[in-house]
């Protein structure tokens, strides 16, 4: 990425600049643009630059710190031990060269100890007496926050120790995460809330262990596994063995490190890991591998900021390079206007990109994207691949910056941007295709009013002008649909009876398919509970509305703002009179108090007689509530075929009765 032709003067304050600005995105926002990968090239490439030309130093240089996660709410506190980091590796050769760094200083037979490397954020524990003392953040290496009361909230985290042998003062090093089941929840939960989403599980734990409230961070399953121990007096002088002494103690020890006699033997660990670390229930994102003997560590010392014992070995995240072909702004149902990048077709991960997003404006000066760029594109958890990076060797000297726009690329209307959100919308709501379309396709979409009409349809059905909202498809009459290309008798019958059926479904699915900006399915059926018309909901004052669990600022307004347009209450009158059901039915609430009031069911496998999405409304319509992860409060785990093993090895361990689907079914139909 070096520029070739600046100055090496020029060159340093650039890469001190992105790496601030990395650093920053990084550890303060927890939403970073590149991998760790790129990152440590530019890091290597200003450390090896500060060495060549020593005039050019300076204290405040991003090389002098290992990161910094300090924030000012929590009381910092210093490190007995600094907290250092790892030096990285990608390749076996570079394990080679570590391996005989090594043995040139520690000649003839010694033991490697390797671990995963778990993908959360490092925590350092001191017991006095078998007590918890303090729980410490990495902060700058040298000083970080006290997070003891969030760290108490841990299950992991033994507040006393079990039984014997452990010194008076010591200290234990481990890892902070958020296994992927909860990661998963905690997004979902945050979607339909409306909230920004956390980008990766190590963001939404560094999130979460930095949180102000502790019992907030007590609601979210975050784990702690212990990988050092430090202090005099340990009972051995060998890593292996004192872990699996800390284990006795009660902290939670990695059940996958192994000691490793050579070479060979690491690299078939690693190997093993880079197959199997999807089946694990957390991110891992590379091993660690460390020598066993202390005696040892202590001859080959540190360097100023890794130990000359240790190395990390990186797996690279699955990412391809290819060129920018075009960017495009997509405008979607919400008027939420995306740069999405064209690409040259790429192959990543088993399958062909040709597209990529850049999310929002921010992203794309971040990335500083020009023109026929050649760029890294990554596959993060989400099914869209993301750029994520520039490679600024291969820009061709004469192309220009692209620049997000500021009018919409299907209307030509003024793009806002309201304060504190990321996304630029278009405000041309009623007359902006494609925002048009995209509430139409919403409003039959499956899980909505399920209406079995594609996008094609759709689209034709506006552009003959037979329908402008969601309110005109009660209108479509046989004769219409026959009129298009798409259409015969059958097809058109079939349409028409689909659109005609939707009219009963529950009022909380009708207040999902208006498609209101934040309210997702969680956060409509709360709604609808609690405001059972729309009648009711359309009178109701944001103040009403934020009384509702889960719902927000940023939902009551949007809601209110909804209802307060003429445009859509007019959409709403098209419905009312068409008879679509639009309040709570009778007696409903009466059944939600069923014969399942108060229990708590996670389902886990496939089952043969329902779905999964049908148990899950069998047990909502019989009064009971879906939970995804076991915890001593579930009541049955429902199993069927291929059940998660970590589950069911959790509602053994809990007591918790584990039904098949036809003991579910008798337990409705008794
Ligand atoms: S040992 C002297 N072991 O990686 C450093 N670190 O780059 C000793 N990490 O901040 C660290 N898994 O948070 C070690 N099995 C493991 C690890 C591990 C994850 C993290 C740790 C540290 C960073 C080092």
């Known amino acids: 990425m070096s520029n070739k032709t600046s100055s090496p003067g020029e060159r340093i304050r650039q890469l001190r600049q992105e790496l601030d600005d990395h650093n920053y995105r990084y550890y303060v926002m927890a939403d970073p643009v ?92 001191t017991y006095i007496d078998g007590v918890l003392d303090k729980a410490i953040t990495r902060g700058d290496g040298e000083q970080g926050d006290d997070v003891t009361s969030n760290a108490k909230t841990i299950r992991s985290i033994p507040l006393k120790l079990r039984g014997s042998g452990y010194p008076s003062h010591f200290e234990v090093r481990g890892e902070i995460l958020l296994p992927s089941e909860g990661f998963e929840r905690l997004n979902r939960e945050r979607a339909d809330r409306g909230e920004n989403l956390f980008a990766n599980p190590r963001n939404a734990a560094a999130g979460t262990l930095k949180m102000q409230n502790s019992s907030l961070v007590a609601r979210r399953p975050l784990d702690c596994i212990v990988f050092g121990i430090l202090g005099d007096n340990l009972p051995f002088d060998h890593h292996f063995e004192n872990l699996q002494k800390a284990a006795e103690w009660g902290f939670k020890v990695s059940k996958q490190s192994r000691k490793c006699a050579d070479l060979d033997e690491v690299i078939e660990f690693i190997e093993h890991w880079r197959v199997h670390r999807d089946n694990l229930p957390f991110d891992i994102d590379g091993v660690v591998v460390k020598l066993n003997d202390f005696s040892l560590h202590r001859q080959l010392g540190f360097t100023a900021k890794s130990p000359r014992w240790a190395i990390s070995y990186k797996y690279s995240a699955e990412r391809a390079s290819t060129r920018l072909v075009s ?136 552009e003959k002008g037979l329908i402008e909202d969601v309110g005109d498809l009660y209108s479509l009459k046989e004769e219409d649909l026959m009129q298009l290309d798409r259409f015969a008798v059958k097809s058109s019958q079939n349409l028409v009876a689909s659109i005609e059926e939707s009219k009963t479904l529950p009022w909380n699915r009708l207040l999902y398919a208006l498609g209101i900006r934040f309210v997702g399915e969680t956060v409509a059926k709360k709604v609808a509970a609690a405001f059972p018309s729309v009648d009711k909901l359309m009178e109701a004052r944001a103040e009403e509305l934020l009384a509702i669990d889960e719902v927000g600022d940023r939902i009551a307004f949007s809601i209110v703002d909804y209802f307060s ?66 915890s001593s409060n579930v009541t049955y785990l429902v199993g069927g075929d291929g059940i998660g093993p970590s589950k069911l090895q959790k509602a053994k361990k809990l007591n918790i009765p584990v039904i098949s689907e036809d003991e579910f079914s008798e337990l409705i139909n008794p």
């Open 327 to 462: 960017v495009t702004f997509q405008v979607g149902r919400t008027g939420a206007v995306t740069p999405v990048a064209n690409l040259e077709p790429v192959l990543l991960a088993g399958s062909t990109v040709r597209r990529a997003s850049m999310h929002n404006e921010e992203q794309m000066k971040l990335l500083d994207i020009h023109q026929g760029d050649t760029v890294y594109v990554e596959k993060g958890g989400d099914i869209i691949p993301k750029i994520v990076g520039v490679n600024r060797l291969l820009r061709q000297k004469e192309s220009s910056p692209l620049s997000y726009i500021s009018v919409c690329p299907a209307c030509g209307t003024r793009l806002v941007r309201v304060e504190g959100e990321a996304k630029h919308y278009c405000p041309a709501i009623n007359t902006c295709p494609p925002q048009i379309l995209g509430r139409i396709e919403h409003y039959v979409s499956r899980k909505a009013m399920n209406i079995n009409m594609a996008e094609a349809t759709v689209r034709l059905l506006v």
């Open 34 to 125: 590149i991998s760790d990968q790129e990152y440590d090239r530019l890091m290597n490439e200003l450390i090896s630059l500060e060495k060549e030309y020593p005039s050019y130093s300076d204290p405040s240089s991003p090389s002098q710190r290992v990161g910094s996660d300090i924030s000012r709410e929590f009381v910092q506190v210093r490190h007995k031990y600094p907290m250092l980091s790892l030096g990285n590796t990608y390749s076996r050769e570079d394990l080679a060269d570590f391996d005989n760094r090594v043995r040139k200083t520690v000649p003839g037979n010694f033991e490697y100890v390797c671990e995963l490397k778990y993908d959360g954020v490092a925590i350092s524990l």
């Open 565 to 630: 347009r003429e445009s859509n209450r007019v959409i709403i009158d098209k419905l009312r009179q068409a008879g679509v059901n639009m309040k709570q039915e009778e007696g409903l609430e009466d059944m939600v108090e069923g014969t399942l009031s108060g229990k708590k069911f996670v389902i886990s496998g496939t089952f043969t007689r329902y779905s999964r999405d049908q148990l899950k409304a069998l047990i909502e319509e019989n009064g009971g509530v879906n939970v995804s992860a076991i």
